[in-house]
């Protein structure tokens, strides 16, 4: 093992009685300290080990080689790196990682080690030489390169294998998804210029909770309490905001107020919804294949949810025709669905899907499309990445009905920004508008208590 790895795995002594010394916790953060730079330099040995192994390893050849035959060549490389750089290994932690960096090769490449650091967000790779990641909200370059386009091309193609999809000149586009879940997109020639580009979206081996949203900022307890009751009183639900905004990690807590008797259909367009409920079907789209046939659209998939008896359908985010079947499934005995949607604004939200239910080429007047989407959708809740990288809730909006030919709608609660802090920090208070919601009566009904007081528009929430 290497020492790296046994610097890792110390863990500082505590005394039976609970109580810690102060020479003990300056012990315990010198020991922390000494974990995270034994992992820094970790990572930056395999990095630059990755760059020596693509540089001289014969990549094409890599298909047909002997396991055992490749797992040699690495190793002698690894040993002569060890030599170059003086790294104080012995032959067991040369082996060990040797094997490490084989497993990495024969995995994703280059980018293995940036998908097994939970500090990163998003890996977004444009062309072969050039490589960045999202750490809490900004974007950092990298050392990471591959060694030409032909190499990431096939990296690509290990991707989106694994999930029957397939890239090429022809369909030069493709969303997939890693084996964690993490959700690819990737991008080749002719549509890209300075060769494939690829965005990773990292799946959270600890998806976050409603209880880990409250301590992060994102919105505070009082207002969960209220969106954990809509939920349980099966107001249907939709989630607006930009990309990277949080909308699909707020839906996966949300669902965690869903009763566990309850039957979910989920439907993607790639599966990244992490639901904790035992009876969840999980449904992703499929693309046309090479002849152009055997397209599945997330229409369809509605359609056919709707004869699977779900007590809730979840839709990862509606984009298109699908919006019609969507309103209709929240209209005739689904309430309490829930979905995502690209919008800025809950009334943006609103006129993106009447824009979209026109187009399922149904002929319907905008006065029916407005009626079906006010007594179908409840609430509307929008998120916003800000500027200092942090998501946060920023607004909870009732739909209350028509008024003439009016979607109307009243906000329960909203973020109120007061200012940004020298380091660039937004900062800001929660306050509700003093409205009261008529969800609430149903949530009454249904035995559902909620502290009335939270309405109070001269409080600041917490």
């Known amino acids: 093992m290497s020492r ?42 395999k990095l630059k080990l990755h760059s020596r192994l693509i540089d001289e390893l014969d990549l094409s050849k890599l298909d047909n080689l002997d396991e055992a035959e490749l797992r040699r ?8 790196f ?16 040797g094997a490490s960096v084989y497993d990495e090769m024969v995995g994703l490449g280059p980018i293995e080690p940036l998908l097994n650091d939970d500090s990163i967000a998003d890996i977004l790779i444009n062309g072969p030489f ?15 390169r591959f060694r030409d386009n032909d190499h990431l091309l096939r990296i690509i193609d290990r991707i989106v294998a694994g999930v029957g999809r397939r890239i090429d000149e022809s369909s030069p ?50 207002v969960v ?22 909308k699909t990690t707020l839906l996966n807590a949300l669902s965690s107020a869903i009763s566990h008797n309850e039957r979910l259909i989920t439907i993607e367009d790639a599966c990244e919804l992490q639901l904790q409920q035992p009876h969840v079907v999980r449904m992703e789209t499929r693309p046309p294949n090479v002849e152009g046939k055997g397209e599945i659209r997330q229409r369809e998939l509605v359609k056919n949810a ?21 309103l209709q499934a929240m209209n005739t005995g689904h309430e309490g669905s829930m979905a995502t949607i690209h919008a800025n604004t809950p009334r943006d939200a609103i006129t993106r899907l009447e824009q979209m239910v026109a187009m399922s080429g149904m002929p319907l007047a905008p006065e029916a499309i407005r009626g079906q989407i006010a007594s179908a959708i409840g609430l509307i809740i929008q998120v916003t990445r800000l500027s200092d990288g942090k998501r946060r809730v920023m607004s ?27 380091d660039g920090e937004v900062h800001g208070e929660f306050r509700a508008t003093g409205l009261r919601p008529r969800c609430l009566d149903e949530m009454i009904r249904r035995g559902i208590q909620y502290d009335a007081a939270n309405f109070d528009p001269s409080r600041t929430l917490t």
């Not at 050039?130 to 750490?135: G, H, N, P, S």
């Open 225 to 246: 309490e209220f969106l954990q009751g809509a939920a349980k009183a099966r107001v249907s639900i939709v989630i607006s905001g930009g990309t990277g905004s949080g």
């Open 306 to 326: 709707l004869r699977m008896r779900p007590d809730r359908v979840i839709l990862g985010e509606v984009r298109g025709e699908e919006a019609f079947d969507m």
């Open 173 to 222: 586009m493709v969303d997939a998804r890693l084996r964690d879940g993490s959700r690819v997109n990737a991008a080749i020639a002719p549509i890209t210029v300075d060769g494939a580009c690829v965005s990773i979206r990292k799946f959270s081996k600890k998806p976050y909770t409603l209880e880990k949203l409250v301590e992060v900022g994102a919105m505070p307890r009082s």
């Open 396 to 422: 909870v909006t009732e739909i209350t009905g028509m008024e003439g030919q009016v979607v109307q709608m009243q906000e329960i609660f909203g973020f109120q920004r007061t200012h940004t802090a020298t």
């Open 4 to 45: 790296f790895t046994l610097a890792s795995a110390a863990a500082p002594l505590s005394k039976p009685t609970g109580q810690t010394s102060p020479t003990q916790e300056g012990s315990e953060a010198a020991a922390g300290s000494m974990r995270s730079a034994s992992e820094a330099q970790l990572l930056e040995v």
């Open 130 to 144: 050039q490589v960045y990641v999202e750490r809490r909200g900004e974007l950092v370059e990298t050392a990471v």
């Open 73 to 80: 060549q690495v190793l002698a490389l690894v040993v002569d």
């Open 82 to 97: 060890a030599r170059a750089e003086r790294l104080a290994y012995n032959t067991s932690e040369l082996e060990q990682l």
